[in-house]
């Protein structure tokens, strides 16, 4: 049986371990059907794929291993009046999308969590909180930020409105098998550097595009000491490095994390679960078709000065000139990114000043994230230069912990706003943009032209920098901010 | 998706080189839940000029689109299909096509045919006044007048469109592999089973 699902004798690392365990059919091209077993699907990238199920007169054919949330359109203001009625969607646009989405799950017979249902929330923070997305599932969303679900070792990647079409139809994906490539870390992380500063700083070693055609696989000490949350941040960002998707191998600390969440598997079939999941770990002796060491030590908390997220510094750094690059694209790229970014090479990241917080997104917005921005919130109260702050909790679940431990009153008493959980000023698709021409200090994971509204000037961070910029009202080292921080 | 065999009809003779897919189907027709209706949005800008081609009564309906160099060249967007598909177009015929375009194409059923320029110039003539006809199978085009050309095509997707098989029809033919495949998977991780469900 296990011979069948693709147990091969030779050394082979946790990548080729879930590719094989889910081929169902090899062409003589190399090409394979690969079965996938978990679909989220959301309102932007579905509406069609639905539609050309219903042309065709097709059926979902798995919906029991599809999951539909809605999260990139909806506002984060809150849904509901006093008296508990909805409250309409201003942009026709968006109503219809996500209109289109609370129809078309229940016609096909998808789990649908709606828009005022408590456990709503992103996708990416949706699946590994209900423990829909578990370790060895092969995991697909019209989303290029799947990726994240690589942290639970699950392998993860998003997919284009075709696809997703052709998942729904037949819970399969023509695939091509990727290389590897292995990031280990090694050391602990210094006071105030988090899963993100890691993120930015492996982004900065291999390059926007050094992952293109791998799925990355995150190994070494710095890893394993992170929390779930922690590898959710490290492998969503995989796509940033140009990678389709990254991988850490589960440990007790993910069964930890998993065990009791309410699709996730119970009882015998739990234990057997996590006997299964303690093999999928990349065996001695295989090999990578490429490795890249970083020493956590050498890591500081770390933000982004231009439009691409391998555009990072540490905060002590400065901006850099165009002119020390060696390749010519990349000096005619950094002058473009200066000129938007509205930087000077030679200042100093410290000293600018930024007018928007953005604190949320599938990167950062787990609880975790929240209290290491609440840490440095703590009494403290956002610059007068500061004129937008929101906190963004990825998920209903998150709002209500969050609450629990009182961190909302920390960030409304620091003049933050506490809002909805969604995808927000992540993107500008809903109500939720930084204006043309100002800066964000954000935790979000696009740093790119236009991403956060047009013109908007980006610069990514972690939620405890984040947190520290709004105090301060620019960029700011969170290690000399003193207190819990 | 319908079998494609024998295309026949009247043409457009529109013979433009490097027609990207802003022009085929402009961005803000992006944002639609729908790939129904886009042929509304199809050559918007062009239609905007009286007495275009598009509009002319003489053309309307045609299943046939005759065209220039790099035809669907520019944004990967899929809506490019979904329009010319909507406006009752099922065969192009042009000098050279970007790949994706060709890709998506042929995804929602609609035959890609390359002919050289020479042969371009003649059926854009024959287009003015009579009919065209698209043999797949015989992979010809010919016309009233004894003209024939032949055109190439990849052996899978010729097979695909004749069959009327798109991608996700191609797969859902691999319906015993697949089940197959799911008795063996809930053997071994049982757990899986619940999904959603769960
Ligand atoms: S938060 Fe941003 S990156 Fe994540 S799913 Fe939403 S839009 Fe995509």
Not at chain 1, 384 to 404: D, F, N, R, T
Request: proline share 6%.
């Amino acid at each position: 049986m296990l011979k069948a699902l693709g147990m091969a004798s030779r050394p082979r690392t946790l990548y080729e371990k879930i590719w094989d365990a889910h081929v169902v059919d090899q062409r003589a091209d190399g090409t394979c059907l690969v079965f996938i077993d978990r679909h989220l699907v959301h309102e932007v990238t579905s509406p069609q794929a639905f539609e050309g199920l219903r042309v065709a007169g097709r059926k979902v054919r798995r919906p029991d291993l599809t999951l539909a949330v809605p999260d990139h359109n909806l506002p984060t203001t809150p849904r509901k009046d006093a008296a508990g009625n909805r409250l309409p969607i201003a942009d026709p646009e968006s109503a219809q999308q996500l209109a289109a989405l609370e129809q078309n799950a229940p016609a096909f017979g998808i789990r649908y969590i709606g828009a005022t249902d408590r456990e709503q929330g992103i996708v990416h923070v949706v699946g590994p909180e209900q423990g829909f997305s578990l370790p060895g599932t092969t995991i697909v969303c019209g989303d290029s930020h799947t990726a994240c679900h690589g942290g639970l070792g699950a392998l993860a990647f998003g997919i284009g409105t075709s696809e997703v079409e052709h998942v729904l139809a037949t819970q399969t994906l023509l695939l091509t098998p990727s290389k590897t490539m292995e990031v280990r870390v090694e050391g602990a992380l210094g006071p105030g550097v988090t899963a993100k500063d890691l993120a930015l700083e492996i982004i900065r070693r291999i390059g926007a595009a050094g992952g293109t055609g791998h799925v990355i696989e995150y190994t070494g000490s710095t890893i394993r000491a992170l929390s779930v949350e922690g590898r959710l941040t490290v492998s969503n960002m995989s796509i940033e490095g140009g990678a389709r998707a990254g991988l850490i191998a589960p440990d007790d600390v993910t069964f930890a994390y998993l065990k009791g969440r309410p699709m996730a598997p119970k009882g015998a079939d739990w234990d057997a679960a996590v006997s299964y999941w303690r093999t999928l770990v990349t065996d001695p002796g295989a090999t990578y078709d490429r490795t890249v060491l970083i020493d956590a030590a050498e890591i500081a908390p770390n933000v982004t000065w231009g439009t691409s997220p391998e555009d990072v510094v540490p905060i002590t750094g400065v901006v850099p000139d165009p002119m020390d690059f060696a390749d010519p694209s990349k000096q005619e790229a950094a002058r473009k990114s200066l000129a938007y970014m509205g930087l000077e090479p030679g200042m100093r990241m410290q000293d600018v000043a930024v007018e928007n917080i953005f604190i949320g997104s599938c990167t950062n917005s787990r609880i975790e994230d929240l209290r290491a921005a609440a840490a440095v919130l703590k009494g403290r109260k956002k610059a007068p230069g500061v004129k937008w702050a929101i906190v963004v909790p990825g998920s209903g679940l998150v709002k209500e912990q969050a609450e629990a431990e009182g961190l909302d009153r920390v960030f409304k008493d620091a003049g933050l706003e506490w809002r909805e959980p969604g995808c927000s000023a992540c993107l500008g698709m809903n109500p939720d943009k930084v204006p043309p021409g100002e800066r964000s200090a954000s935790t979000s994971n696009r740093n790119f032209v236009g991403r956060q509204g047009p013109g908007a000037r980006t610069h990514l961070v972690s939620p405890a920098m984040a947190a520290a910029a709004a105090v301060t009202g620019r960029l700011s080292d969170v290690r000399e901010m003193g207190g819990d921080a | 998706m319908d079998p494609v065999n024998h295309v026949e009809g009247k043409a457009y003779p529109f013979g433009r080189k490097n027609v990207d897919t802003d022009v085929i189907i402009p961005a803000h027709w992006l944002k639609t839940i729908s790939r129904i209706g886009l042929g509304r949005g199809a050559f918007e800008a062009l239609r905007a000029e009286p007495g275009n081609l598009f509009d002319d009564p003489a053309y309307a309906g045609s299943p046939i689109l005759i065209a220039g160099d790099n035809f669907g060249c520019g944004s990967s967007r899929e809506h490019a299909a979904w329009a010319l598909g909507d406006m009752g177009i099922k065969a192009v015929i042009a000098p050279s096509f970007s790949d994706i375009f060709s890709g998506n194409a042929f995804k929602n059923g609609i035959l890609t045919v390359v002919l050289p320029q020479e042969a371009i110039d003649r059926l854009m003539e024959v287009a003015k006044t009579d009919e065209i006809h698209v043999d797949l199978e015989n992979q010809t085009v010919t016309t009233p007048f004894q003209d024939r050309f032949s055109f190439e095509i990849d052996p899978f997707r010729k097979q695909c469109l004749m069959g009327g098989l798109d991608e996700i029809g191609m797969t859902m033919a691999m319906d015993a592999q697949i089940s197959n495949y799911e008795q063996r998977a809930a053997a071994a991780w049982p757990w899986q089973a619940g999904g959603a469900n769960a």
